[in-house]
């Protein structure tokens, strides 16, 4: 019996920034040969005839992007709030990955925090929030990679292997020089153990030391700087009510100006698709 094939899930409301998300997980979709599952999220009161025109219409969306895009695809509407429903459905189909359309920190969001980080910390998959569209449908050339004195930052490496094995992404590693010494020698620790797995997954790599400072304001410096195709983060450990509302760095570079698109792992989160490559 042919083995189901994983899943690229993509939040879909019909709104220009999910399809930007589409093209993003078409473009990943055609290197992995992954199915996409496009996931509308309804109201759990919704009218019998209200519900099958949504239906109907994601329906000839799917048919329409099997088409143009020559690949497998599929559609799932779940009752519920997008805050819960959406990282409900990815843990428990074992989905490898979801690509997200946000429009940023706009109105409400300055001042309730942003919807992305609240629909993603949930989640045990990897979430690739976008603004725009690909630059191009083939390669994610320059991946962004902070790295701190948090444990945690490990578990990124997964992804950042898995982008170098599929997409050939130089990842470039950005070093925070934390002024307190035992934070220095923590980061050095989480430094040198990506430069060991990089180098056994033969991933291209280049280190850049950064200067005292907002490691959120000085990645997003730098990645617009580059042109960077992808900045890889860790969302912060039991994110509360006030990281959202004061401001997690992670929201800040979620909701960059320079619309880069932004991958997010949660701490202790799966992506059975790349465990194979983490030890050469």
Sequence with gaps: MEKE?????????????????????????????NIVVLIHIIDRGIKTAEYRAKEEKL??????????????????????????????YVNDNEASLVVMGTHG???????TGSWALKVLVRSKVPFIVVQDPPRNMEKYSDLVFPVDFRQENK???????????????????????????????KTNINLNF????????NIEYQIHELPKGSLAKQTIEFANELKADLILIMTTKNITM??????????????????IPVCCINPRASFAKVSQFMYG
């Design 5 to 33: 094939k994983e899943k690229i899930v993509v939040p879909w409301d019909f709104s220009p920034v999910a399809e930007n998300a589409l093209l993003h997980a078409v473009k990943i979709s055609r290197m992995v040969n």
């Design 59 to 88: 329906k000839l969306i799917c048919e329409e992007s099997e088409r143009r895009y020559d690949i497998g695809f599929e559609y799932v509407m779940v009752p519920g709030s997008i805050f819960n429903a959406i990282a409900e």
């Design 105 to 111: 920190l706009k109105g409400m969001q300055k001042l």
């Design 155 to 185: 578990e990124k490496l997964r992804m950042a292997i898995f982008m170098g094995k599929y997409f050939e992404s130089k990842v470039h590693i950005l070093k925070a020089v934390p002024g307190d010494k035992s934070l220095l020698k």
């Design 194 to 201: 990506a430069i060991k797995f990089l180098m056994q997954n």
């Design 242 to 259: 006030a990281d959202y509302m004061l401001g997690a760095q992670e929201q800040y570079i979620i909701a960059n100006s320079s619309k």
